[in-house]
């Protein structure tokens, strides 16, 4: 590949992520990568998170091309309008998928419950195994993750409501009502992002409109759903389960023991996106250099953020 010129020299790129040799060599190819000591020229940027300071350090940053497929962590408020902003959604979306996919079920079909049980030494049964079969479930944001999971469970042989923004057909009844969604479901998946939007979405109110033997699943972001409600129908319903690999604490996880210990959560620590895989990780890299040569390219870059979500 040429390596892009502009005004003369070559598009500078600054990275504060650690590429695989070949991806940092295919990239070197295209633009001018830059380190922290010339940030000033760099008029784009590879990171996983980025702070304020770095980012008046850079007054030539044109776009910005962050690896996690959310981006409620970015300084939004530092980062100037003109800057074109992309997220990395898909690159993991598989992992995130099938692990709701295995929380929903390992809670639902109370195979979490027995094996605490039978660990504990209690050899006996008490609850009852629900069906899947022919349920309601609903799976809250229809992008990359939840369009996958709302497949799965449509596969599975569920009633699958998908609740989203912007309408997406598929195995599944579309809506953009909340409630709609998530009454009477047994299985609730949430996969939505965190924006200004969608924080605190999920309140009491529609937990209570599930079914009360049901699971409602977090991979997106904790702070999606309203955590008194969760503590609220925790308490009130015994046989509802909670399960999360997302937290309120974020990494914190100690300051949710609370929630965390509790019988009817299933509870784990932000690894859904495929934590420890080489293959994901690499995935993860490789489809945000392209994105990032997307836009170098002049092509339009997957994954463009909404600013108004945020700001
Ligand atoms: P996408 O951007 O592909 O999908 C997000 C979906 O949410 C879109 O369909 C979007 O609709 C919808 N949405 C956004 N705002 C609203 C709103 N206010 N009301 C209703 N729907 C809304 O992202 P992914 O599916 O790849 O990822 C989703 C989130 O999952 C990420 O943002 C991240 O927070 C989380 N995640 C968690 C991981 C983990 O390890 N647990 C790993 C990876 C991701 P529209 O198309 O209209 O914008």
């Not at 979490?112 to 309601?136: F, L, N, Q, W």
């Not at 998530?182 to 609730?188: F, L, S, V, Y």
């Amino acid at each position: 590949m040429l390596k892009f010129r502009i005004y003369g020299g070559f598009m500078k790129v600054y990275v504060s992520a650690d590429l695989p040799r070949d991806l940092a060599e295919r990239l070197s190819r295209a633009v001018e990568v830059v380190g922290r000591d010339r940030m000033g020229e760099a008029e784009a940027a590879l990171c996983f998170r980025i702070t304020p300071e770095e980012l008046k350090s850079m007054p030539r940053l044109r776009f910005l091309q962050v690896i996690t497929a959310g981006l409620d962590h970015l300084p939004w408020e530092a980062i100037p309008p003109h800057v074109v902003v992309a997220g990395n959604a898909g690159s993991n979306a598989d992992a995130v998928a099938e692990f709701a996919v295995a929380m929903a079920l390992g809670a639902y079909k109370r195979v979490i419950h027995y094996d605490r049980r039978m660990k504990r030494g209690e050899y006996g049964r008490d609850v009852g195994i629900p069906m899947a079969v022919g349920s309601k479930a609903a799976v809250l944001g229809l992008g990359e993750i939840g369009t996958r999971v709302a497949k799965m469970l449509a596969a599975l042989g569920l009633r699958v409501y998908g609740f989203s923004r912007t309408r997406k057909e598929g195995p599944w009844v579309f809506t953009s009502d909340l409630l709609e969604a998530m009454a009477g479901a047994r299985i609730a998946v949430s996969a939505l992002p965190l924006n200004k939007h969608t924080r605190g979405l999920v309140k009491y109110q529609h937990l209570a409109a599930m079914d009360g033997e049901g699971v409602f699943v977090n991979v997106g972001r904790a702070e999606v759903v309203e955590r008194g409600a969760v503590e609220r129908i925790l308490r009130e319903r015994p046989g509802f389960i909670f399960a999360s690999d997302v937290w309120w604490s974020r990494s914190d996880f100690a300051k949710d023991a609370d929630i965390i210990s509790l019988p009817n959560v299933v509870a784990t620590p932000w690894v859904a996106g495929g934590y420890g895989n080489e293959l994901v990780w690499r995935r993860m890299l490789e489809e945000a250099v392209d994105n990032l040569l997307r836009w170098v390219n002049g092509e339009t870059p997957r994954n463009i953020a909404r600013r108004e979500d945020y700001v």
